[in-house]
């Protein structure tokens, strides 16, 4: 325990005591931002034209949903900025280590290789968790307004977490194999990215096959997180997903001992 | 204290490491001395549980360095190539996350890194970002991260390379004072740093070891001749006649004719062929400027060792 928590302050200050934290950081909140502000004065906008259209037509204004008509798009939107911005924050967790040969320096200390896996993974987690709380500010925002339901909010949080933990996952697996950051980043970027393509061509495709892809389709998973369901399927696909990263990672590391890398 | 037996390390079809076998008994400094590639940094990554041997077993302080490496790592402090720093932290504070990972208890890390920096001298830089500090003191946080711990062993590969001759001497000086209470093993290629600091050498080339003793008995046992270097004034060919004329003398050549002087280098299996040598001088009224007595030294023991090895290779 204590190993992991020496790997996992070392890696955050490392973050923070970097550009890379802030810059990560205030990127993904003005993107988010600037999305929750397109997003939700389009949503007043419908309001306002159903509110006129019912004043027209002497009715009741309709209700709309504002879980479904802002939020929703907004967590999808978040689903994306973190596919950008992961893969940045976890190409150095290894890489840079064998690039400076510090790699040297934990290898030959009492450190098991899952103590350091999970520090670095739990670093990168947290800084993960420091932008989607930034972003909560602004779900809070739309209390003072409306009515939003609480539980969709949180469930699409703790999806949009899984999902984010999965890339990471990745991350560091892709960030064990080379000493080079870039090709960690583009590598994991590109897996990532083929993992939430692969629902969309279940449409094309025979009606088992897409079936088999969707399920494995990462942002298939998200979307019942973000509607408000908490199914264990999902929770159980993020997981093994996760723990797949890490099980590879772990296997990564291993081999590069025995092969000498 | 290290116990080494027969180890090899492939990588792939090429062989790093062969048959690897040595004792080192506690609170020695030991030279590992080879060219470039001999395979001096693979041993020590066998030793330091970095690599895993390909065949064979090393044990540190009675741990097995693959069955217990937990252990081993505990018990060692080990300077790689190029110091494992993180750039961009501060010295104190890369020294306590090296300290934490080693293990030393919360109540002894203060005074650990407090008291490792003294005796490397980078108590006046302990707030300085690593990155900025110059190569010496790269070096001495380097090896200050191997200490930190107070670990039994030391492994330290290549500490003097890229630094000033002065950097070089107190670094040597540093290693000879933490003889006694650790057991060191160090790597080099340069010569006169292991007949200053060890008492005794591992001499690998092409990652066998070729010979290993202490540094005195090795240049004894590979002598192999004496030299003389004689300073004269008189025409090469004919003083090379007359002195190969002498019966104990093997071997002359010219090590420099000047208009003034003329340096010869005499060689000679096992007699001091001085007396000879001067009266063969005076007899023909030549003036002698000087005989020198060439010790030999390690760097001919080593060259003799790695040289013939590689005839025997060819």
Known sequence: ?261 | MIDVQQVSRYFGDVIAVRDVSFHVEKGEIVGFLGPNAAGKTTTMRILTTYLPATSGTAKVAGFDVHENSMQVRRRIGYLPENPPLYQEMRVRDYLDFVAKIKGVAPVDRKKAIVDVMGKTAIDKVENRVIKTLSKGFKQRVGIAQALVHNPDVLILDEPTVGLDPNQIIEVRELIKSLAGNHTIILSTHILPEVSMTCQRVVIINKGSIVAQDSTDSLTKKHAGGRRFTVCTDAPFEAVREKLTAIPAVDRVEINREGHEYTTLVVESKDHDVRPEIARTIIENHWPLYEIKSEGVSLEDVFLDLTTSEEGAAS
């Not at chain 1, 996992?8 to 205030?26: C, D, H, N, T």
């Not at chain 1, 907004?74 to 596919?83: E, G, R, V």
């Not at chain 1, 960690?184 to 279940?202: D, E, K, R």
Request: proline residues 3%; contains cysteine.
């Open chain 1, 1 to 261: 325990m204590r190993n992991f928590t020496a790997i996992y302050q070392r890696e955050i200050k490392s973050y923070f005591s970097s550009p890379i934290a802030y810059v990560v950081i205030g990127l993904f909140l003005a993107l988010s931002g600037l999305f929750f502000y397109l997003i939700v004065s389009n949503f007043v906008q419908m309001c306002m034209r159903y509110d006129m259209q019912a004043q027209y037509y002497q009715m009741a204004p309709p209700k709309l949903n504002v879980n479904m008509m802002a939020i929703r798009p907004i967590l999808h939107n978040m689903s994306l900025f973190a596919l950008f911005f992961l893969p940045l924050v976890t190409m150095r967790l290894y890489s840079d280590e064998k690039r400076s040969g510090t790699i040297e320096l934990l290898m030959t200390s009492p450190v098991t290789n899952l103590q350091a896996i999970l520090g670095k993974f739990m670093a990168a987690a947290a800084l993960f968790l420091v932008m989607l709380a930034g972003t909560f500010l602004f779900i809070i925002f739309l209390f003072f307004y409306g009515k939003p339901e609480v539980g969709p909010i949180l469930t699409g949080y703790l999806g949009l977490f899984l999902l984010g933990l999965s890339y990471i996952s990745f991350g560091v697996f892709f960030s064990t194999l080379t000493d080079n950051q870039i090709i960690a980043a583009v590598s994991t970027f590109v897996f990532i990215l083929f993992f939430w393509a692969i629902g969309w061509v279940s449409g094309f495709v025979s009606q088992s096959l897409g079936e088999l892809f969707s399920h494995f389709s990462l942002i298939e998973h998200f979307d019942d997180f973000a509607k408000g369901v908490l199914d264990t399927k999902h929770l159980i696909y993020y997981l093994s997903f996760i723990f797949m990263g890490l099980f590879l990672s772990f296997v990564s590391i291993e081999s590069a001992r025995w092969r000498g890398r």
